[in-house]
């Protein structure tokens, strides 16, 4: 049976369900138990799992994702919460230097089963240090496994199979849509790591995205739809490792892809993509493979910022016309 | 926008501290400066949270409200030359050192008239000309740097202090105690002073760490320490400017802890559901204000009248700060592009 659930309430379901079915599972983190998360994930976890499993921490990212490596190591199955991406800089050390390598350091001997999770990207007039994406740092480095969502219903499978992962896992969510609401299936749900997903057939042009700005994407696609456009979308869920195979077959059919991805474009997970579908769909493209990022800015406060910073449905539409050689 | 009272220099009070019998220690100027300063910020932060309520202001929007004698103290017990550095909670502390209310409104608006064009925002005012290294938004992260403009001015031989201000939550980051040990063994000109409110969001003091007494972490590095009641403004000037002594004696870093509270909620979001009525309460009623007006009526250093004359002032400059917010335009989209390089022609990928 499925219910309709908001991202939040899909997150809090699979971190519940994976602590009642294994007693390894805790969850670490920044106002995660008596405040209820920051922006309420952790509703609830701390009146059922105690302040064992349920654990708030002071201030101390680098601290206590360290904390969680070492506990992984040593057998349990840590979920730390960061309060944003943003907060977890202070903890690259222990994810990008620890958790990705014990695996390869010790040739074996210790395994790091942890998730890392919390929102990343912009969230509103946030300004500069709070506004960042993720994702490509992390997935840059060999190790480290990467989700970003925003269907609540991949939150739940997703989550839940990353923390049943015996890798570590980096998890992004999105603070603006902890509220999105989605059908999510009762109890056990998985969704496997590495899978992309068809959200829309088409067969004119193929637009991928994640996170939030499948948010942006969809609307786009229905007013293409109006003007006889029929757009194939995907969201790929996880960024590493990457689903290329989904992605080839989709622009075999469609012969033209938008990449629309809120990170940064230098070096990005739009970039890894145009290179993969050069080198693997070669024969199948009818028009260079077009994105669309953030601005190659930081992210200032004022709102008219904001709007020229990020990608939106009118953006998403005139870069698939670049492609399909529309003049608008 | 003009000061109503013409600031005081620290030098000059310092002659006037000895207490006289009615136990005034200061000038009438610095207690009606210091008046003027703290209705200053707790107009202007109230007048925040109003526009906040009408999304005038977007985004986080931390006040405050509570912690007004701490500013105020900053303007008599340090020097306008010594550095200043501090987190998001920084409203009063831009004020104190001298931003105009108008550029700090415009900038809560987002206008380009903002003390950072509508660039910052509400956690990052920045001044040069004020001395003023902003407003930071990641917890601690202002500690090494605060460490660091120190280092500069033992650098460069000059006489000046670097004020490296955080909140309790940030004491627990591993940022203070790499900066406590390297101020110490390099004997920097440095400040630390621990703004403790109780609370770091929802999790108070006591939930942080085994040591609850913050100052006592100074110990562990052999740096002095104080803790003095962030409520008086007159305690509060007194443990700065010992302590900014102490430093500018040679002596070497000092850690002081400012008991303090903030009255609402984290940011505007927060219900702030983890501490009891009867605790604001509690504070409340040692409102740093109210007990400035208590001292300044009852040792008769100024009639009600005159006080009077100090809010009147101040409602007119937050109105005309308000309105100077609301009439000014937003930046220009394409500003996006400026301030990232100093590079002028940098390729930026716009594609
Ligand atoms: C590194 C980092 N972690 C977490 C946060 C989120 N955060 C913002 S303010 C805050 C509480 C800080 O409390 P405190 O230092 O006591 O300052 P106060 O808000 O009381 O002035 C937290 C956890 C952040 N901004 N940066
Ligand atoms: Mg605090």
Request: aromatic fraction near 10%; include cysteine; glycine fraction near 8%.
């Amino acid at each position: 049976m499925a219910r309709e659930l908001t991202l939040r309430d899909a997150l809090n379901e699979a971190m519940r369900e994976e602590m009642q079915r294994d007693d390894r599972v805790f969850l670490m983190g920044e106002e995660v138990a008596e405040y209820n998360g920051a922006y309420k994930v952790s509703r609830g976890l701390l009146d059922e799992f105690g302040p064992k499993r349920v654990v708030d921490t002071p201030i101390a990212e680098l601290g206590f994702a360290g904390i969680g490596v070492g506990a992984a190591m040593n057998g349990l199955r840590p979920i730390i919460e960061f309060m944003t991406w943003n907060f977890a800089v202070l903890a690259f050390d222990q994810i990008v230097n620890n958790a990705a390598k014990t695996l390869s350091q010790s040739a074996g001997e210790f395994s790091c089963p942890i998730v890392f999770r919390g929102p990343t990207g912009s969230a509103g007039q946030l300004a500069q240090q709070h506004s960042q994406t993720f994702e490509s740092w992390m997935a840059n480095t060999p190790g480290l496994k990467v989700i970003s969502i925003v269907d609540p219903a991949d939150a739940k499978g997703l989550l839940k199979s990353a923390i049943r992962d015996d890798d570590p896992v980096c998890m992004m969510e999105s603070e603006q849509m902890y509220g999105l609401k989605g059908e999510v299936p009762e109890g056990e749900y998985l969704v496997p790591i590495g899978k992309a997903a068809i959200r829309r057939e088409g067969s004119d042009v193929t637009i991928v995205s994640f996170n939030k700005m499948m948010e942006v994407v969809k609307p786009a696609a229905e007013e293409l739809a109006k003007e006889g456009i029929e757009a194939e979308v995907i969201d790929l869920r996880t960024i590493r490792p990457l689903d290329y195979q989904t992605l080839v077959n989709s622009l075999k059919k469609t012969n033209r892809m938008v990449v629309v991805d809120e990170s940064w474009p230098f070096a990005g997970v739009s970039s890894e993509i145009a290179y993969a579908m050069q080198k693997y769909a070669f024969d199948y493209l009818d028009a260079p493979i077009t994105r669309l990022n953030a601005a190659d800015t930081s992210l200032p406060y004022a709102p008219t910022f904001v709007e020229e910073y990020l990608p939106n449905p009118e953006k998403v539409i005139r870069a698939v016309k670049e492609v399909m050689y529309i003049n608008a | 926008m003009s000061q109503v009272i013409e600031k005081k220099t620290s030098k000059k009070d310092s002659s006037s501290e000895a207490t006289s019998s009615n136990g005034v220690s200061f000038s009438k100027e610095t207690y009606l400066g210091w008046y003027e300063t703290m209705q200053r910020i707790r107009k202007f932060e109230e007048r925040a949270l109003m526009m906040y309520s009408q999304n005038k202001i977007r985004g986080f929007l931390h006040v405050y409200i509570g912690q007004e004698a701490i500013a105020a103290a900053l303007t008599t017990a340090v020097t306008s030359d010594d550095p200043i550095v501090t987190a998001y909670r920084q409203h009063g502390i831009g004020i104190c050192r001298g931003l105009s209310t108008a550029a700090c409104m415009a900038e809560l608006f987002g206008k380009k008239t903002g003390a950072n064009k509508g660039k910052g925002g509400s956690m990052h005012f920045f001044s040069k000309e004020h001395n003023y290294f902003g407003g930071n938004g990641i917890v601690g992260a202002q500690i090494p740097i605060g460490t660091g403009i120190a280092y500069a001015e033992y650098y460069r031989e000059t006489k000046n202090l670097c004020v490296t201000m955080f909140g309790d939550g940030a004491a627990r980051q591993g940022s203070l105690h790499e900066s406590f040990n390297m101020a110490m063994l390099w004997n920097l000109p440095v400040l630390y002073i621990c703004e403790n409110n109780g609370y770091a969001m929802g999790t108070s003091v006591q939930r942080t760490s085994n040591v609850v007494d913050i100052h006592m972490i100074g110990d562990a590095y052999g740096m002095k320490h104080k803790a003095v009641d962030g409520m008086d403004v007159e305690k509060t000037h007194l443990a700065i400017k010992e302590a900014a002594d102490h430093i500018r004696d040679g002596k070497g870093p000092y850690f002081l802890e400012i008991k303090t509270y903030r009255y609402r909620g984290h940011s505007v979001s927060d219900p702030a559901k983890y501490r009891t009525k009867e605790e604001l309460t509690k504070y409340k009623e040692r409102d740093p204000i109210l007990i400035l007006e208590d001292k300044i009526l009852d040792a008769k250093i100024a009639s009600e009248d005159e006080l009077k004359d100090i809010q009147d002032a101040i409602k007119t400059e937050i109105n005309e700060a308000v309105k100077f917010a609301e009439e000014s335009e937003y930046p220009p989209a394409s500003d996006l592009y400026t301030d990232n390089y100093l590079q002028e022609d940098y390729p930026f990928i716009r594609d």
